[in-house]
């Protein structure tokens, strides 16, 4: 099962990967914003409520998925951009056994605790 997971993620990953290729961004875009959702991480330092909050909005697919739509209506290409970012980086985080967190700390997440 967990193989399964991991493959979907891996095609919604490439499926991102698509959508940016049909912005009108120079692909090196990419790779140097793939990561930048993980400034979410930097609520910990405010504790572990706190830091799971934010770490989750930046990680949360659904606002990825609402901010490509809503520049795909209002033909906005950096909210696509946005959304496309957000959507493949927490397919990519899954891929690698990162989930959304739990309140508990930074290793419990919705797909287990990381390391175990």
Do not use: C
Not at 5 to 22: D, N, R, T, W
Not at 54 to 73: D, E, K
Not at 76 to 81: A, D, H, M, T, V
Not at 106 to 116: D, N, Q, S
């Amino acid at each position: 099962m967990k193989t399964l997971i991991k493959l979907e993620e891996a095609f919604l990953f490439l499926l991102g990967i698509y959508l940016f290729s049909l912005l009108p961004y120079s692909w090196w875009w990419f790779p140097a914003l793939i990561l930048t959702p993980d400034i979410g991480m930097v609520g910990y330092v405010s504790g572990n409520r706190i830091g799971a909050v934010t770490y989750n909005i930046f990680h949360h697919r659904g606002l990825g998925v609402l901010l490509y739509l809503a520049g795909s209506f209002f033909a906005q290409p950096i909210l696509q951009l946005i959304g496309i970012i957000l959507f493949s980086h927490s397919a990519m985080d899954r891929i690698f056994g990162y989930g959304l967190k739990y309140k508990k700390g930074f290793t419990h997440t919705h797909l287990g605790e990381i390391g175990k």
